[in-house]
């Protein structure tokens, strides 16, 4: 049963049985399940490059295998080259990245994809009949990818320095695992990147590596290429994220908010990714396609911030009072605040805080602005009308005047911060 548990099933299990003592039958659980994740430690460092592609049972629409042909690998490999597991079992526990050589390691990844291609034990066997069973030719694949272990390992040790930033020598050695790929096969290319993407928390940015190995590629050759794929993902991922913009839900709370806020940064960021390492024609298929992604994310966008004035009028309205021939915005102080009114209000009130960051980039800065300046005004004016009313005694019903003070306290601490909100409860207090 453990070995058959998921990774993260026999990490649980690992953590609870921790300080497992006088049982003896725990303390033999515990040894069990010790002795497993270890070896699945050792089996993640020596195929880490193509450990991330086997989720599941690796039927995706990108390149993935299943979870339970990496665990046949292994096994395969542990009873066909037991030395050379020793060997990298030794190198494991002193193992230095900066330092140590991989060799032990590479040899059983080259060792496994002869296996898995030539089936010649019953576990590499099964693993290429569930890699078939995912996808055609899935075996092929996944003998190929595990040959290209060696080469990819040492590019993704490089993963996060060249994510932050590609500098010449950085983008030479990139170009030259990139072409010991291909020289593995032909059709190489994308599944060197597919490997890297898959090691990267945000998949899209691994267009900067293509754009270092072609050298920041106009669209149309990028778009003709293998790896085309990378950028139309990215323009797919743009539509994704509209369309949970889209379904924001107005009255969802926080989570609501949080979702929408994220939706958004992830679509400015991949829509920053693209301008950023392709050189884009305003009139060709994915710059025309991405100029109208980034309309619709302010139209989307500029659309939920034109609610909030309605949506907070419905909270705290505000009315006309006339002073002899001038007329000026006072509370209006009748009515209690409705529940799920001030839901609403708050939810899109904290939905424009949120998406701050994007603002910019989203080209939403300037509607965002002109709303949040003309909140502070609605704000500013119905807090200390209503609060002059209560110091006067003059309010209507003075049990609703402070209802609806405190309603627009809460909005106040969205709209500026919890100290300008706390400053309006200390002079609510003291009338």
């Known amino acids: 049963m453990v070995e058959s548990a998921p990774d993260r099933v026999v990490g649980d299990l690992r953590g609870a049985l921790s300080g497992a003592g006088g049982d003896s039958g725990l303390v033999d659980v515990r040894m069990l399940v010790e002795t497993e994740a ?9 195929l880490h490059p193509i450990t991330p592609l086997c989720v599941g049972d690796g039927r ?16 395969g490999l542990r009873d066909q080259a037991t030395h050379e597991v020793g060997r990298a079992a030794a190198l494991f526990e002193e193992f230095q990245a900066d330092q140590s050589s991989p060799e032990p390691f590479d040899i059983l990844a080259r060792r496994a994809a002869c296996g898995v291609r030539d089936r010649n034990h019953p576990k590499f066997a099964a693993a290429a009949e569930l890699a078939d069973a995912a ?13 290209m272990v060696p080469v990819v390992r040492a590019a993704v040790g490089r993963l996060p320095r060249w994510i932050q930033r590609v500098t010449d020598e950085d983008a030479a050695l990139a170009r030259i695992a990139y072409k010991d790929s291909v020289e593995i096969a032909e059709d190489a290319g994308p599944r060197f990147f597919e490997m890297l993407a898959a090691h990267l928390t945000h998949p899209w940015m691994v267009l900067r590596l293509i754009s270092a190995v072609m050298d920041k590629p106009p669209e149309a050759y990028l778009a003709g290429s293998e790896l085309a794929e990378f950028g139309l993902r990215v323009l797919d991922g743009v539509d994704a994220g509209l369309a949970e913009v889209e379904q924001f839900d107005t009255t969802g709370g926080m989570n609501a908010v949080r979702a929408a806020a994220q939706a958004i940064d992830k679509v400015t960021a991949q829509i920053a990714e693209l301008e950023g390492n392709v050189e884009l024609a305003r009139q060709g298929p994915w710059g025309g396609r991405l100029a109208k992604q980034k309309t619709a994310l302010a139209r989307l966008v500029e659309g939920r911030l034109r609610e909030i004035p ?74 200390e009308d209503a609060l002059d009313h209560l110091k006067q005694g003059d309010a209507p019903d003075p049990e609703v005047a402070r209802a609806l003070l405190n309603a627009a306290i809460e909005l106040v601490a969205l709209a500026r911060d919890r100290q300008a909100a706390d400053i309006l409860r200390r002079r609510l207090a003291a009338i």
């Open 38 to 46: 270890r070896d699945r430690q050792l089996r993640n460092a020596v």
């Open 60 to 75: 995706t629409e990108r390149l993935t295998f299943p979870a339970r042909s990496l665990a046949l690998v292994w096994r």
């Open 135 to 147: 996808r055609p030719g899935g075996a092929m694949l996944l003998a190929e990818c595990l040959e």
């Open 310 to 383: 309605k949506a907070v009028d419905a909270v705290i309205p505000l009315t006309q009072v006339w002073m002899g021939r001038v007329s000026k915005d006072a509370a209006r102080l009748t009515s209690p605040p409705d529940s799920q009114a001030l839901q609403k209000a708050k939810t899109l009130v904290a939905f424009s805080q949120e998406i701050r960051g994007a603002a910019n980039y989203g080209g939403f800065a300037a509607a965002r602005t002109k709303v949040l300046e003309d909140l502070d005004v609605q704000l500013d004016t119905f807090t």
